[in-house]
């Protein structure tokens, strides 16, 4: 049995209708948006938090360097005492190896900055000045 007339031209009429289009392309994009802003506030600061732990392991390296020619076995301490207290970041590794270009002493210091659930670290080597 056929549809009623009336009923046809409901159906038609309803998918000429865009009433609320708008409505949800908006909330669509404003979703999309909001997503694209969380996202980047994510990566700036996982970018913050890799500067942070490569400037500390600068700092720790550079001190750990200071007490190379006075006190070799005292590097990693100095070292360690470089790195801000009452903060999250945390010294993995210390080791006095030989520099590849110098051919001298030098402090190779490995930190880590917890961020959320992963670990972002910074790495850093530092010598004494060679004489010339």
């Not at 002493?105 to 080597?125: D, H, L, M, N, Y």
């Amino acid at each position: 049995m056929p549809a009623p007339r009336k009923t046809k031209r409901r159906i038609v009429w309803l998918r000429r209708n865009e009433t609320g289009a708008t409505t949800a392309w908006s909330a669509a994009a404003a979703g999309v948006l909001f997503l694209v802003l969380m996202v980047g506030m994510i990566v700036v600061g996982i970018v913050h938090t890799r500067h942070q732990a490569q400037n500390s392991a600068d700092a720790a390296a550079l001190a750990g360097a200071a007490e190379l020619p006075h006190r070799a076995e005292h590097a990693c301490q100095a070292a360690a005492s470089a790195l801000p207290h009452n903060t999250r970041i945390r010294m993995v590794d210390c080791q006095l190896k030989e520099h590849p270009q110098t051919r001298m002493p030098a402090i190779w210091v490995q930190v880590t900055v917890p961020f959320s659930r992963w670990e972002v670290g910074g790495k850093a080597c530092a010598g004494p000045i060679p004489p010339h």
